[in-house]
């Protein structure tokens, strides 16, 4: 067996399942998650036709590098999304969604023979950046979690926490803007820090930007290419950008996504590619297309969310510290400490979502569980996520049993 496997952590469901496993919910209430981070909007029909019109698409094997039709339609995307030219043979590349390619990128970039491999993500962060690390025989760095880091007072990572020191180790980096699970997203002037940082100590920068299209602003999220150009890296050098269809299309199943940036790291991720049997089905490329090239069920996608951010949010304002995220479809909400617990101490998060699923039968996910102690804490200790994914009636219901939890956990003894 791979020893690096032993390194794993165990992912955070699988711990909220063991820490649940002696819970009975409450069978007064009808079960609600806002756990898990699923799309469950209806997928668009045209997308759903598209699949089923290219079935005779199972017959051949489709190229890893896909069809010129699709890596032409991501370009078209970036260019009406972002601004920004790419050339679509040389620097996007299909991907079987984002989760796949974060964790394969790694295996393309760490070179675990160089002492002190290092790879530095946010804190907290998608589990799947730690995971790639690990297995590809690097060690992690965490940039903590800081309201103050947001022009908007949401959490956004810390960099200048890490030190110079290991900045020299690093090899990649993963950024997650807008963030999961904070929905943050990083202003123009921590890209710059960031891309200065790239050329002085040669790591790569990797942009998970999953959750691009859900955003709640008058301007959309910059994205990383997007940031590259305005400060005059139209080369894209050390930077890969990220994206799916997953949440800007309600298509989870399809695991369909593209990576879009330096065309000499693309050659290197096409070769791995290549050998490690990730081709995306033709089938999956015709929906994929459809996809890319219709913007009026994105748009009809986030005013759903918006609708449901500006019913929910107000509410569970009143009795939990929460705020209208930049970006995502999450809230990444503080809750309150019990009765007699000093103040300025935080609350207890993993025991407020275990009370509030036995009582009311709504699940959260505990901060703490998307963190590790990092610089003296953990980040993610004392906060609940909160995906917005179920339907408004479903979100809105979910809301008015944490307020009315709430109400009561905070006097309880």
């Known amino acids: 067996m791979n020893p690096l496997l032993g390194r794993l952590h165990p992912y955070p469901f699988e711990r909220l399942r063991e820490l649940t496993r002696g819970i009975v919910p409450s069978r007064a209430h009808a079960p609600i998650s806002l756990g898990i981070g699923e799309p469950r909007h209806p997928t668009p029909a045209f997308i759903e036709r598209a699949l089923v019109d290219a079935l005779a698409g199972l017959s051949s094997y489709p190229p890893t590098a896909g069809e010129p039709a699709l890596r032409e339609a991501f370009a078209g995307w970036l260019q009406r999304r972002y601004g920004v030219t790419v050339d679509p043979h040389t620097q996007t590349l299909p991907v079987l969604g984002s989760r796949e390619a974060l964790f394969a990128f790694a295996q393309v970039v760490i070179d675990p023979t160089r002492p ?75 890209w710059k820090m960031l891309f200065e940082l790239s050329d002085r100590h040669g790591f790569v920068i990797a942009s998970d930007e999953c959750y691009s299209e859900i955003w709640f602003g008058d301007e959309p999220p910059i994205g990383a290419l997007q940031a590259a150009k305005a400060l005059g890296r139209d080369d894209f050098g050390g930077l890969v950008a990220f994206t799916s269809l997953s ?138 996520r909160m995906a917005l994914v179920a339907t408004p009636d479903e979100c809105l219901e979910a809301a008015r049993r944490i307020h009315a939890f709430t109400r009561r956990y905070r006097e309880s003894a």
């Open 116 to 190: 002190g491999a290092t790879v530095v993500c946010p804190n907290p962060f998608y589990q799947i950046y730690e995971g790639a690390a690990l297995l590809a025989g690097a060690r992690t760095a965490f940039a903590n979690s800081d309201p103050d880091r947001s022009p908007s007072g949401n959490f956004a990572p810390d960099w200048s926490q890490i030190d110079d020191a290991t900045w020299a180790r690093t090899q990649l980096l993963y950024v997650c803007s807008p963030g999961n699970p904070t929905g943050a997203v990083m202003p123009l002037d921590a």
């Open 247 to 384: 949440k800007r299309s309600n298509v989870p199943g399809l695991r369909s996504g593209f990576v879009a940036g330096d065309a000499a790291l693309l050659k290197a991720f096409l070769l791995y590619r290549t050998y490690h049997g990730s081709a995306m089905s033709a089938v999956v490329q015709k929906a994929s297309l459809a996809a890319w090239n219709d913007e009026a069920h994105v748009q009809a996608n986030r005013a759903l969310y918006r609708a449901k951010f500006t019913a929910v949010t107000p509410l569970l304002a009143e009795v939990l510290d929460v705020r209208l995220p930049d970006a995502s479809f999450y809230l990444w909400a503080g809750v309150p400490a019990v009765k007699g617990v000093a103040a300025g101490q935080p609350g207890d998060d993993i025991d407020f979502a275990l009370q509030l699923l036995a009582q009311y039968n709504v699940a959260v996910l505990p901060g703490s569980l998307l963190a590790r102690e990092a610089h003296g804490h953990n980040p993610g200790a004392g906060r609940i």
